[in-house]
């Protein structure tokens, strides 16, 4: 606990916070994504899949062989949508096809799957931009991730810096890690992803989100209010934020991979003031309930409520 706060039993705490777990589960809901979004992802991600389908494994499935990944495979996306990212996996001889070509294989493998979507979105500006496909839409994009699945249950996803080269990804280990920290603390983790997630779109944080989201798993096995309610959740955005301070020039760990990613401190002093934002806001939460929102604005942005 932050210093300049004395230690409150629960049920000190449960009697003046009433209004700090309305305030959190309204801001929560309001920046989930809604039915129409979720909708709306999944067809797109069915129509791109159809026509990949239809050209390297003689399908007409619109989901066969495709999974969503990134945020919106972990259950941690936030509204409105950015992007939709879907893995793909080629067939074995698409592999064997371009292993006996010469230069940058990789570059030519995604050249080859932008040409393929072309045909389908012929009114579109679809990009290869590895590791991924872009695939315009009106809204928002679809990030599409071309690979090959591994016996292992990973996949090899195409870069094409240095000449190209695969590079070992491990999708359901990342989903896993983010599941388990959720069920370990009541909902927590995800919860406390989308929120953050919130404060790097509305401040311009450039901290990635698959960084949050090992920050947020890593600092919720420690917290000591983990096992607690929704009371807590100033506490929780407060904390959560000192810790992330804490990792300035740290590392974290790709899960199944442990590929180390150095965070540097780019994104540092946004955090040091939506930190000390939050120190002032959990201290108003027992006085002026306005003030605090007024706080909790400066770093979520106005889909938090002023007043619960």
């Given at each position: 606990m932050h210093p300049i706060f004395p230690k409150v039993d629960d049920n000190t705490r449960k009697d003046f916070h009433l209004s700090v777990a309305k305030r959190f589960e309204q801001f929560h809901n309001n920046i989930l994504l809604t039915q129409t979004q979720l909708d709306n992802g999944s067809d797109r991600r069915k129509s791109v899949i159809k026509a990949l389908n239809a050209h390297y494994w003689n399908s007409t499935s619109e989901t066969e062989h495709s999974k969503f990944v990134g945020s919106r495979g972990k259950f941690t996306s936030i509204g409105p949508p950015r992007d939709v990212d879907v893995l793909f996996w080629l067939p074995p001889s698409v592999y064997d096809r371009f292993q006996a070509r010469t230069g940058n294989i990789q570059s030519q493998l995604l050249q080859e799957v932008k040409t393929v979507l072309q045909k389908k979105f012929y009114s579109t500006a679809v990009k290869g931009?590895?590791?991924?496909?872009?695939?315009?839409f009106t809204t928002f994009n679809v990030e599409l991730i071309p690979a090959f699945k591994l016996d292992t249950g990973n996949y090899w996803v195409c870069f094409t810096n240095d000449g190209g080269s695969y590079k070992t990804a491990a999708y359901d280990a990342e989903k896993d890690a983010i599941s388990q920290s959720n069920d370990s603390c009541g909902g927590k983790t995800r919860e406390l992803v989308?929120?953050?997630k919130k404060w790097q779109e509305h401040c311009s944080?450039?901290?990635?989100?698959?960084?949050?989201?090992?920050?947020a798993i890593e600092f919720l096995q420690t917290w000591e209010h983990r096992d607690k309610g929704k009371v807590y959740y100033d506490y929780m955005v407060r904390d959560f934020l000192l810790f992330l301070k804490n990792k300035r020039f740290g590392n974290v760990y790709a899960p199944g991979t442990y590929e180390s990613m150095y965070l540097g401190d780019a994104w540092y002093s946004r955090a040091d003031t939506a930190h000390q934002r939050a120190i002032k806001a959990c201290?108003?939460?027992?006085?002026?309930?306005?003030?605090?929102?007024d706080e909790w604005r400066k770093i979520f942005g106005n889909n938090m409520p002023r007043i619960p």
């Amino acid at each position: 606990m932050h210093p300049i706060f004395p230690k409150v039993d629960d049920n000190t705490r449960k009697d003046f916070h009433l209004s700090v777990a309305k305030r959190f589960e309204q801001f929560h809901n309001n920046i989930l994504l809604t039915q129409t979004q979720l909708d709306n992802g999944s067809d797109r991600r069915k129509s791109v899949i159809k026509a990949l389908n239809a050209h390297y494994w003689n399908s007409t499935s619109e989901t066969e062989h495709s999974k969503f990944v990134g945020s919106r495979g972990k259950f941690t996306s936030i509204g409105p949508p950015r992007d939709v990212d879907v893995l793909f996996w080629l067939p074995p001889s698409v592999y064997d096809r371009f292993q006996a070509r010469t230069g940058n294989i990789q570059s030519q493998l995604l050249q080859e799957v932008k040409t393929v979507l072309q045909k389908k979105f012929y009114s579109t500006a679809v990009k290869g931009d590895g590791p991924v496909v872009k695939i315009p839409f009106t809204t928002f994009n679809v990030e599409l991730i071309p690979a090959f699945k591994l016996d292992t249950g990973n996949y090899w996803v195409c870069f094409t810096n240095d000449g190209g080269s695969y590079k070992t990804a491990a999708y359901d280990a990342e989903k896993d890690a983010i599941s388990q920290s959720n069920d370990s603390c009541g909902g927590k983790t995800r919860e406390l992803v989308r929120m953050m997630k919130k404060w790097q779109e509305h401040c311009s944080v450039p901290i990635k989100s698959f960084w949050i989201e090992l920050v947020a798993i890593e600092f919720l096995q420690t917290w000591e209010h983990r096992d607690k309610g929704k009371v807590y959740y100033d506490y929780m955005v407060r904390d959560f934020l000192l810790f992330l301070k804490n990792k300035r020039f740290g590392n974290v760990y790709a899960p199944g991979t442990y590929e180390s990613m150095y965070l540097g401190d780019a994104w540092y002093s946004r955090a040091d003031t939506a930190h000390q934002r939050a120190i002032k806001a959990c201290s108003y939460e027992t006085s002026d309930v306005g003030a605090a929102g007024d706080e909790w604005r400066k770093i979520f942005g106005n889909n938090m409520p002023r007043i619960p």
